[in-house]
């Protein structure tokens, strides 16, 4: 989905005041309140933003230990181990991945003996054939999007002033 210069502006604005109301970003925006809902609906129809909801901390919910555990799998059994992994609550993440293993997870943990606990019991599980595991020692990035929001406007902004009549 190709995403313009108003686009952009709004998905920051949703970053930086994730709180605001609806007719408060009109007005911030400079656009009329339907023309917002319109494409606060549109972006979330074509998969640029998603359900808003708290984002919640599992170090402040007693697991402050994060760890990235690789999980290399058995042939033909990819949607089998991550069905079991979706079972376990540690398991805040899963992906399948190239490279040396098939799987990379977030796992969480309230300490380092309960994390080795969980990588054994994902171990054992049918079709892991080996895990590979990381402790996060200091988190130095946090998620975030609104740089790439950034860039994706200024790219937008930039072919909107290449149109003629712009």
Partial sequence: MAVDALDA????????????????????LGVARGTL???????ERD????????RVSPAALGHPVLA???????????????????AVPEVVEAYSITGGCDLA?????????????????LGRLPGVLRT?????????VP??????????????AAQDRKRPGA
């Fill in 9 to 28: 502006r709004i998905l920051r604005l949703l970053l930086e005041q994730p709180r605001t109301s609806v007719r408060e970003y009109a007005r911030i």
């Fill in 37 to 43: 809902q319109a494409r606060l609906e549109r972006l």
């Fill in 47 to 54: 998969g640029v933003t998603t359900a808003a909801g708290p």
């Fill in 68 to 86: 990235f555990v690789r999980l290399e799998v058995t042939q033909g059994r990819l949607d089998e181990v991550a069905a079991a992994l979706a």
């Fill in 105 to 121: 997870s977030r796992v969480v943990a309230p300490d380092n003996a309960r994390l080795e606990d969980i990588v054994q019991r």
């Fill in 132 to 140: 590979t595991t990381e402790i996060a020692l200091r988190e130095r």
């Fill in 143 to 156: 998620h975030r999007v609104l740089p790439l929001v950034e860039s994706v406007g200024r790219g937008a």
